[in-house]
């Protein structure tokens, strides 16, 4: 199991390349991004390298819609576009959303459709995305985002894209359970990480409220963390956290404690389900 980290939100004060360092130098194996257009992807590539650790991911798509069937050769040509970034500096993601997200965080409402018919849809646009990808190494994870800060976005629930990744049905697709999406919008957080672990690529660790670090909210990591146990899960931890005191040292300490990386480490037999990494 990995362990990458958020650069967004951890050492914001630092140039991005710099925050890449900081994360190696904090035990992770990987950071992730949001958008590389303004990330300076190419010098966190470098650093990455230099480092000796990786780039997890970061936005495949957020200009154009996979719900809405009228961008489809825009999705695929931002898709695209994404891919070559993802390829040059060596990320394993492109995080994947049912809608166009604008600057400041506006969801571009879906078209004026059935839940069912929109899930169509964004089921058709994987199929042409699955086809750009194939054989590059980079995974699709579909991302669902909690709808009380984004109202609008079409998978506010993990099980929306949990189905659309079981529709698809490719190993070039994977989903992502972000705790605290799911906490704001539904919860059942066990229930939905058990629902998912077939497809399960990444699993997102951040607190409600706050998306403070884990032990400062009301979510049980510790309990989440036997759930994956149990079920030999054995892919990617990202922590996607905002230090709760404003010191990125307390955030990694309480990421230490409840998920250490010699835990990570440690061999994985499934005793049901088993994750793709």
Request: charged share 25%; net charge negative; hydrophobic share 45%.
């Amino acid at each position: 199991m990995l362990r990458s980290v958020s650069i967004q939100l951890m050492w914001p004060e630092r140039p991005y390349a710099d925050r890449a360092c900081a994360a190696a130098q904090a035990g992770f194996d990987l950071v992730d991004l949001w958008d590389s257009r303004t990330s300076d992807i190419d010098a966190v590539g470098a650093a990455c390298e230099e480092q000796g650790i990786g780039i997890n991911g970061f936005f495949g798509n957020r200009d154009f819609s996979l719900c809405d069937p009228s961008v489809r050769r825009e999705v695929r040509d931002e898709v695209a576009r994404s891919l070559d970034t993802a390829l040059r500096v060596g990320a394993r993601q492109l995080h994947v959303f049912s809608n166009a997200i604008r600057p400041g965080a506006i969801v571009v409402p879906s078209p004026p459709q059935a839940p069912q018919a929109l899930l169509e849809n964004c089921v058709d646009a994987l199929g042409d995305l699955v086809d750009l990808v194939r054989g590059s190494g980079v995974t699709l994870v579909l991302e669902h985002l909690n709808t009380v800060f984004l109202p609008g976005y079409f998978w506010g629930d993990a099980s929306w894209a949990t189905v659309a990744a079981r529709e698809i049905d490719s190993p070039e697709v994977g989903v992502v359970v972000d705790c605290f999406h799911q906490q704001l919008c539904g919860g059942r957080l066990a229930d939905h990480l058990v629902a998912a672990l077939p497809w399960l690529v990444r699993f997102d660790v951040a607190e409600v409220p706050g998306r403070f670090e884990p032990g400062a909210g009301e979510i049980d990591f510790l309990f989440l963390r036997d759930v994956l146990d149990r079920h030999g899960w054995d892919g990617t931890l990202s922590f996607e956290t905002v230090p709760s005191d404003g010191l990125t040292e307390t955030a990694v300490r309480a990421i230490d404690r409840v998920f250490p990386a010699e835990w990570c480490r440690q061999p994985r037999s499934a005793t049901e389900l088993i994750g793709r990494s």
